[in-house]
């Protein structure tokens, strides 16, 4: 399968670009609601720290914070935290790889 280049990410920024991606998703799919109201700082944060050492892979990244959101619903959560990120990557969880 051919491999598609897109730009990677900066990696030392006070605002992530992770969260531009997300929050287009968002706004995509109907979401009214600004990014932060649905995810933490925290998170989003170690989501672009797994988008680093995982080689730049957003196509994973972007699934593992679909599996944190998954993973702040089972618990009832109202806001995906990073708790939801390191719960998705648990052995328990969707995405630990």
Not at 12 to 23: E, H, R, S
Not at 41 to 50: F, N, P, S
Not at 65 to 73: E, G, I, K, W
Request: proline letters at 5%.
């Amino acid at each position: 399968m051919p491999r598609i280049e897109v730009p990677r990410l900066p990696a030392d920024v006070k605002d992530p670009a992770l969260a531009v991606i997300l929050g287009r998703r968002m706004e995509r799919d109907g979401f009214a609601d600004d990014l932060e109201t649905i995810i933490e700082r925290a998170a989003i944060d170690d989501l672009q720290v797994l988008y680093h050492e995982r080689d730049h892979d957003l196509r994973s990244v972007l699934k593992l914070a679909h599996a944190a959101a998954a993973h702040a619903l089972g618990r009832n959560a109202t806001v995906i935290t990073a708790r939801d990120v390191r719960g998705a990557l648990s052995p328990r969880g969707a995405l630990s790889s």
